[in-house]
């Protein structure tokens, strides 16, 4: 038996090690010249490999199609990958967030072991070669690359989404689907900036704030995430800006975006604090108070938005003036004007249809000894983890399947 793998990520990797045997020859193909080329720039090159927590837990930080996740995650959570590591000699360690990451805090090592996992397994690698289309007669696949024609029992396309395309990531997978009619859901960047209309000086680009709100509005719904928050020249970065772009990314309705910079005090508790700031400083200007209750690289941007004159001294500071300081502090307003592109995102959000999958095995529901995994699928995560170890997990899946078909036949 002949088993094909498109795509030497973490998600290929684990379908070829997994589903060979001595009566299944597996062959990984693929387009670059090296395997899990994206691996290298996953958190921030060091690999951010799984995160460290109870099942639920992994469930809870998915996105889109948790409940077709349950299965594999059940199959080959984020123990078994730790463990998985441990064996192939490389050391882990758990950090804040409960992520994982190779100690070395070099991605390398985590390509490597998978590629040396492959290896010993007797998988058979073919780089710089590209898959052209995918056709089936009867029982056979007919695989065309820019070198070769194949003739696979099984094909596993593990070709991940279109986020960093200078990977490889073009979305190639989705055009292999669509020649067996499969159900594509528009793919979109996820964990990605969010584009912004105002403009952001010198003196702001790169600033983070800490410890604030960040809340997008639609349709009479909200979300808010609490954390830190960088703007950049036309977009905002940082943990709460990505984590919210993956809960948005799918929404067609036009979208407000504010800052709550003061999370942890009332409108009330500001009030106070600026007629405190009054009594004790009246013949300062209104700016003096404001200052005390911004950040001195925020400042500016920060009363751009401020429609009174904020050199009037303190002791002609009004009650509406007061409230419209304080709907500021609590209401941050920015313009949004979309994602970032792909270029920038983490993952894709989109891809097959789940309802087209079969969810314990990974083969499609419509052409039988066809596989789906990893990031080509309609699921996605929170960073943190989550994502390679749904790329680990999937990939796991359809391989321990067709091991077990080949195995009896």
């Known amino acids: 038996m002949l088993t094909i793998v498109i795509g030497a990520g973490p998600s290929g990797l684990c379908a070829a090690f997994s589903s060979a045997n001595d009566n299944n020859q597996v062959i990984v193909i693929e387009k670059n010249n090296k395997v899990g080329k994206k691996l290298f720039i996953t ?5 951010n490999v799984t995160n460290n927590c109870s099942n639920q837990q992994f469930i809870d930080n998915v996105v889109n199609n948790k409940q077709f996740l349950y299965s594999s995650i059940s199959n080959f959570n984020p123990s078994d990958t730790i463990s998985l590591f441990n064996e192939l000699n490389v050391e882990l360690i758990t950090e804040r967030g409960n992520r994982v990451f190779p100690k070395s805090n070099h991605a390398y090592d985590i390509s ?4 040396r996992k492959c290896v010993s397994s ?3 690698f073919h780089l710089n070669e590209e898959v052209i289309s995918i056709e089936k007669e009867d029982e056979h696949f007919i695989l065309k690359t820019n070198r070769n024609i194949y003739y696979p029992d099984f094909v596993v396309i593990a ?37 912004i209309k105002e403009e952001v000086n010198n003196n702001l680009n790169g600033f983070t704030l800490k410890n604030v709100t960040l809340t997008a509005r639609y349709d009479g719904k909200k979300i808010s995430e609490f954390g830190e928050l960088t703007f950049y020249q036309n977009y905002l970065d940082g943990a709460i800006s990505i984590t919210i772009s993956s809960l948005i990314n799918r ?4 979208i407000q975006l504010e800052i709550d910079l003061k999370p942890a005090l009332s409108e009330n508790q500001l009030l106070n604090r600026i007629n405190k700031e009054i009594n004790e400083h009246p013949l ?8 005390g209750m911004t950040s001195s690289r925020f400042y500016d941007f920060f009363v751009n938005k401020i429609d009174f004159d904020i050199n009037d001294k303190c002791i002609y500071f009004s009650n509406e003036k007061k409230f419209k300081l304080i709907n500021l502090l609590k209401h941050f307003p920015l313009t949004y004007l979309g994602l970032m592109g792909f ?19 990974m083969e499609s529901k419509i052409v039988p000894s066809l596989f789906f995994v990893g990031e080509v699928i309609d699921v996605d995560a929170f960073t943190g983890g989550f994502n390679i170890q749904i790329a680990i997990s999937t990939g796991i899946a359809a391989g321990k399947y067709i091991n077990q078909i080949t195995n009896y036949l």
């Open 159 to 195: 070709t991940g989404g279109k986020s960093y395309p200078l990977t490889g990531s073009t979305g190639d997978g989705y055009r292999f689907a669509s020649f067996f009619n499969h159900q594509i859901i528009e793919p979109v960047p996820g964990l990605v900036g969010l584009k």
């Open 43 to 47: 958190g921030k090159g060091r690999c």
């Open 112 to 115: 490597d072991a998978l590629k």
């Open 251 to 254: 929404i067609k309705e036009p």
């Open 122 to 124: 007797g998988v058979k």
């Open 284 to 291: 300062e200007p209104i700016s003096k108070i404001i200052k």
């Open 343 to 361: 270029d920038r995102a983490i993952i894709t959000s989109g891809g097959i249809s789940t309802k087209q999958i079969n969810a314990k095995t």
